[in-house]
């Protein structure tokens, strides 16, 4: 049973109409009072509500009719209806427990995915999962890593979006490939864009495409990334480094699942699956005001943060065996053993490129020595530390990684591009870690 609360007997009934033609039984209230007495008795299997029951549009009643439905059900997935230019309303609305909202006018198609993914979300809070989720591509055993696949074997079946965070090199891209691999998207494209390299001129061009003749230099059609990812999975990598006028644009579409092509007068619906990654701290830039948070609430429906690898040393050995395998196959080489000195060693490093960092090292290590045993010694000739801190030490780690950086520096004669390949970690990346710890390097 859905609820539907407005005093708009227009929206009531068109909502009613809309969603009992879907297979759902619909019940209306018309103010907070009757929804209050419907929830009494009744758990809904969701609510949608509108944020504004008198002339003012504060939404103050809307907010505490919200708190009041989740004190009696606080499971029940909440769907807030609001107008365009209230949508700051909204987020407060979301702050205060709600599970989504959509804009007035609404998209019926819009609409209905998100009561889908809510009502599926639900479910699965409370159910027993016995899914065939294929979590091959991803190793390791850490409680922490295992906690993340847990969650996105919840979430993959559904349309939920999802927010990656962690570090560079921690294997985001891994995860949101798993997500699409087990979607019921697994059919269609999944695209792949990092938003740090895309410049806020490019940006419309590069993600809605363009007709000819939209500007100088368009000389035929291109089709954009929402589009070749239509009915599959669109992967927004870095998309802390998305610049704030690049993401109202980005908002809309989330918003609206809709876009038009520069230079074209056509309106385009773009059904596509949303994963979004960062190492950014999102927090810091919404207080700071360089990231918005209505964007901010509709990507980060489910959010997982993986761990960085020095704190998960147990599993080095699994990836080091994994990666050894891989590198000696493709060097047509028989694979080497790895002594306990050796992985006692790996074990130890802080590791700030993370698995990234850690593959460049195995690699080299494999093609540098020609004997089929590695030791400490092979590791360290590739620049590690046989006096790593141990990694439950904060204040060393940090002097750890900064000698690390700085001898990525030495080694790579100042170029930044050749030091951020063998860290394992982007140029930008590097830039960041270089103004935390104040390296300077001509």
């Known amino acids: 049973m859905l609820l539907i609360v407005d005093d708009d007997n227009s929206v009531r009934v068109s909502l009613k109409l809309l969603l009992k033609r879907n297979g759902y039984e619909v019940a209306t209230a018309a103010t907070p009072a009757e929804a209050i007495a419907f929830v009494r008795g009744s758990r809904p299997d969701l609510v ?3 944020m504004n029951y008198s002339r003012t549009t504060t939404g103050e009643e809307g907010l505490i009719l919200l708190k009041q439905i989740k004190v009696f ?3 029940v997935p909440i769907i807030l209806i609001t107008a365009w230019g209230n949508i700051p309303l909204a987020v407060e609305g979301i702050r205060a427990g709600a599970f989504d909202f ?4 609404w998209d019926n198609y819009t609409l209905l995915g998100r009561i889908a993914t809510a009502i599926s979300l639900s479910a699965k809070d409370t159910a027993e999962t016995t899914s065939s989720f294929d979590r091959s591509a991803i190793i390791g055993r850490d409680p922490k890593l295992l906690s993340v696949l847990d969650t996105i074997e919840r979430v993959a079946s559904t349309n939920a979006p999802v927010l990656i965070l962690g570090e560079n090199g921690t294997g985001k891209e891994l995860i949101a490939e798993a997500i699409h691999k087990n979607s019921l998207r697994r059919n269609g494209p999944m695209v792949k864009v990092n938003l740090g390299g ?4 490019l940006f419309e061009s590069e993600m809605f495409g363009y007709k000819k003749g939209a500007f100088t230099g368009a000389v035929t059609d291109r089709e954009g990334r929402f589009a070749a990812a ?10 802390g480094d998305l610049d704030i006028n690049s993401q109202v644009k980005l908002l809309r579409v989330l918003q609206e699942h809709t876009y038009e092509p520069l230079g074209d007068t056509r309106t385009r619906r773009a059904d596509v699956r949303v994963v979004c990654a960062t190492n950014a701290d999102l927090n810091d830039m919404l207080r700071k005001g360089t990231f918005r948070e209505d964007l901010y609430y509709r990507i980060n429906l489910i959010t997982v943060t993986l761990p960085p690898l020095r704190e998960r040393p147990d599993d080095i050995p699994l990836l080091v065996e994994h990666l050894l395998r891989k590198v000696s196959a493709s060097a047509g080489r028989e694979m080497p053993e790895v002594t306990q000195e050796a992985m006692d060693l790996l074990k130890q490093q802080p590791w700030p490129g993370n698995i ?3 593959a460049n090292i195995v690699e080299r290590t494999l093609l540098v020595t020609p004997s089929n045993t590695l030791d400490a010694r092979d590791f360290q000739a590739q620049g590690l530390s046989p006096e790593s801190p141990r990694i439950d030490n904060p204040g060393r780690l940090k002097s750890a990684e900064k000698t690390e950086i700085e001898n990525a520096l030495t080694e790579a004669g100042g170029n930044l591009t050749r030091a951020a390949a063998l860290l394992g970690i982007t140029r930008q990346t590097l830039y960041r870690r270089m103004a935390k710890y104040e390296i300077k390097y001509q």
């Open 102 to 105: 959509i804009t007035k006018p």
């Open 198 to 201: 895309l410049s806020q001129s």
């Open 356 to 358: 990234r960092q850690l």
């Open 230 to 239: 239509e009915k599959g999975t669109i992967f927004l990598d870095e998309i």
């Open 73 to 75: 059900h606080p499971d």
């Open 48 to 50: 949608i509500m509108d």
